[in-house]
């Protein structure tokens, strides 16, 4: 039987999607939003510094995709 990743498993395989043009990344998505419920987190928070593109569009890019799939994204620092 394969675990069910944790919060922060389900944080670094979107970080390493990202950096591999989005692999899987809906398959991780909902791994997040999964470990979100089991952890009882409202929020996914990620560190702008480790995206693929961290600048402002590629955040809001991110936080829009990831909203329309039920998980809110906030970054580090804002």
């Known amino acids: 039987m394969v675990s069910e990743p ?3 498993e389900a944080i670094e395989n979107i970080y390493a999607s990202l950096h591999s043009d989005n692999e899987e990344i809906d398959r991780h998505i909902a791994e997040l939003k999964a470990a979100m419920a089991r952890e009882g987190a409202k929020v996914a928070v990620f560190d702008p510094a480790r995206l693929a593109q961290s600048n402002r ?3 809001k890019t991110m936080q829009a995709y990831f909203r329309q799939r039920g998980v809110s994204v ?3 620092g804002s």
């Open 6 to 8: 944790t919060l922060n």
């Open 74 to 76: 906030k970054f580090s």
């Open 57 to 59: 569009a590629g955040r």
